[in-house]
């Protein structure tokens, strides 16, 4: 017998692997691996969660029409050129979906989020790396990049896992001397975080330009990651394709009104982003003094270099930190395999990991 055959590409994607979550004997730990809010979500955003659990037996509204409105008032959009997804995930699978197929080209950073790369392998399109120059995106290599066949370039501002951006310049740049025809997706999932004068989330490019897509999310600054959400602001030709690809019912209720809630709960936002603002220099700074390259970020993370030596290098720091109950991201998928990535934490989980890691690059016990 012969077995179904998948569509080109499936057998090459390796299965995303989120970080994780314990340590062996489920031992308690401070997970540090996924980027996720450190003061967790926003207490009103709970209680309109479970509100509604009694109508769990209702289909949620199709249209996320009262969530788009809501995300409209609070980043001054248009709510008709708003499309929400079950997470930012779900929204860049579908445009490759609706804009990528055998044969085409899905551009990305050479070590930009991986999603690009295992949805563009999904829809049979061939994902494309630039490099990058000093863990940054280089203009000039991605637009190297374009060819005949390229159907979007995929720029993550700032870029999951380096923390490294490009400035409003850079952008305008990019998006100027890209072919029309290329449709410019810029992933802000981390733009709530971002305080520097030269940045910019690209959600002024979609109004200026009728090929480019800004998605976000709300698994990050608003807390929800366990609730699936993001959404996509871009042209309305743009709108009315993911449309007409997407689930009818893909996101569901507790997602919506919980997003509506942390929306509006501005203080919950600004004690999140404050916190952040607080910890990561620390955090950075407190690495460096161990004699360890910290990567600038200006997201709530920070990529880190080890030694390349056996013994002390970033396999032996990852395993001595979970004997020690603490869980960073390892980075081999991304070509970094000297490198770990640590959230920012809360005050003691950052205490706590470098407190480790000093008694790892000195040589004492792990316990």
């Not at 392998?121 to 203009?139: F, Y």
């Not at 400035?167 to 998006?175: G, I, P």
């Not at 992933?187 to 520097?196: P, Q």
């Not at 950052?350 to 000093?358: E, F, G, I, P, R």
């Amino acid at each position: 017998m012969i077995a179904p055959i998948p569509r080109p590409g499936i057998l090459e994607i390796e299965p995303y692997v989120g970080g994780r979550a314990e340590v062996a004997g489920g031992r308690p730990a401070i997970k540090l691996s996924s980027n996720e809010n450190a003061l967790g979500p926003s207490p009103k955003a709970i209680a309109a969660y479970r509100e509604v659990a009694g109508t769990l037996h209702r289909y949620p509204d199709g249209s996320s029409s009262r969530l788009r409105q809501a995300i409209a008032r609070r980043f001054n959009l248009d709510p008709e050129r708003i499309v929400c997804g079950a997470g930012s995930d779900e929204l860049i699978a579908l445009l490759i979906r609706a804009y990528a197929g055998p044969g085409e080209e899905v551009l990305h950073t050479e070590h930009g989020f991986l999603m690009y790369r295992l949805s563009a392998l999904a829809a049979g399109a061939h994902p494309v790396s630039a490099p990058e120059r000093q863990l940054r995106a280089d203009v000039d290599a991605l637009l190297a990049r374009v060819t005949t066949r390229t159907r979007i370039l995929f720029l993550a501002n700032p870029n999951n896992p380096t923390g490294s951006y490009l400035t409003r310049d850079e952008l305008f740049a990019l998006r100027q001397r890209l072919p029309e025809r290329v449709l410019l997706v810029i992933d802000a999932a981390y733009a709530e975080y971002a305080s520097e004068p030269d940045y910019c989330d690209g959600l002024e490019l979609v109004h200026e330009f009728d090929n480019v897509v800004v998605t976000r999310t709300f698994s990050k600054l608003f807390g929800l990651a366990a609730l699936r959400l993001g959404w996509a602001f871009a042209p309305p030709a743009v709108v009315d394709v993911l449309d007409r690809v997407r689930g009818p019912f893909n996101v569901s209720t507790p997602a919506q009104v919980a997003g509506i809630a942390a929306l509006e709960d501005l203080e919950h936002q600004q004690a999140s982003k404050r916190h952040n603002d607080i910890w990561r220099p620390w955090l950075a700074s407190h690495l460096a003094d161990l004699g360890l390259a910290v990567y600038p970020s200006i997201a709530n993370f920070v990529l880190v270099a080890f030694p390349r030596e056996p013994g002390r290098d970033a396999a032996a720091a990852d395993a001595f930190l979970q004997e020690r109950g603490l869980i960073g991201r390892r980075m081999e998928a991304y070509g970094l395999p000297h490198c770990l990535r640590f959230t920012v934490g809360r005050e003691s989980d950052n205490q706590a990991l470098v407190a480790a890691l000093d008694d790892f690059l000195a040589g004492r016990a792990a316990r």
